[in-house]
């Protein structure tokens, strides 16, 4: 019997070398190839039947979905449907890893200590104590001119408190006498900066002086109990970039705390946003919810 199994392997690599057709990396053994088998194990004197050569040979094999056969026929191929778990983690491992950049010098603001108008925003202006021309209200317009009486428009766009009353002076100068000019800031609307996500007063904060990012989250009333700290994000001029709010308060790191922009967006998503999947042999694979502090 160690006879017939030796040479009946050989037998089988001689055939497997000859037929090239390989199903899901097992070869195997057509009935083209019977009458050869046949021959050869009788040449060796053995006497047991074909099959039963073939079921101890064919025994360590690992049964595929598909076979082929004796002639030239098209392999065919048994579908199977996937289960909407498999179809979830199959789902999982094909998407790709999206990175967000770590925020980074270059998006720190050059910052102005004073307050700079711009379009929308609103001045009073009082001039000389005049009844006529005390606290006279001006818009400024999308090209930051302002309209006041007496003198043509004036540009004040990107100026201070002072410098505009400094301005608003020599202007006046032509018409009276050392007149004196008291402008103040009505309404600010020229700084907005946009609020997302679990923060407790979603929205647009308009800035009145320079801000931070804790300072925008503050004037926002905070962050809600499934806010991700974590994975906050700052969007500035069609950029984004991770700003890691928890690191900021737990672990001190303020360069976190960025000087913020007009047009700055800041969104804190939830945790109800996170999924983790979890594949393998484990007794409940596929989507998870996330749980803070679970390693």
Not at 79 to 88: F, G, K, M, N, R
Not at 178 to 204: A, T
Not at 217 to 240: F, H, M, N, S, W
Not at 250 to 266: A, E, M, S, V, Y
Request: hydrophobic share 40%; proline share 4%; glycine share 8%.
């Amino acid at each position: 019997m160690r006879l017939f199994l030796k040479d009946a392997e050989s037998a089988f690599r001689v055939i497997n070398s000859r037929n090239r057709k390989v199903v899901c990396g097992k070869a195997w053994m057509v009935n083209q190839y019977e009458i050869m088998m046949r021959n050869r194990l009788r040449k060796l004197g053995v006497k047991a039947r074909l099959s039963a050569g073939l079921v101890l040979i064919l025994g360590s094999l690992t049964a595929c979905s598909s076979y082929m056969s004796s002639n030239d026929t098209p392999i065919a191929y048994e579908s199977v449907s996937l289960s909407e778990a498999e179809q979830s983690n199959d789902q999982a491992l094909r998407r790709r890893t999206l990175s967000v950049p770590a925020v980074t010098t270059d998006l720190e603001a050059p910052v102005s200590m004073e307050y700079r108008v711009g379009p929308a925003d609103e001045l009073t202006v009082n001039i000389n104590g005049e009844q006529s021309m005390e606290a006279i209200v001006v818009r400024i317009d999308a090209d930051g001119n302002v309209q006041l009486p007496i003198i043509s428009g004036i540009n004040v766009m990107g100026a201070t408190v002072a410098e505009i009353q400094d301005m608003l002076i020599t202007a006046y100068s032509q018409e009276f006498i050392d007149p004196w000019v008291v402008v103040s800031i009505s309404k600010f609307r020229s700084h907005p900066v946009y609020m997302l996500g679990e923060v407790r007063s979603p929205g647009v904060l308009h800035l009145e002086k320079p801000t931070k990012i804790l300072e925008a989250l503050g004037l926002a009333g905070g962050v809600t109990e499934k806010a991700y700290l974590d994975g906050a994000r700052l969007l500035r001029d069609d950029r984004i970039a991770a700003v890691d709010i928890a690191a900021l308060l737990n672990r001190g790191q303020f360069d976190q705390n960025l000087w913020l922009k007009p047009g700055d967006t800041i969104f804190v998503p939830g945790n109800q946003d996170l999924k983790i999947y979890v594949l393998g042999a484990v007794n409940t694979p596929g989507l998870q919810p996330y749980q803070g502090g679970v390693g």
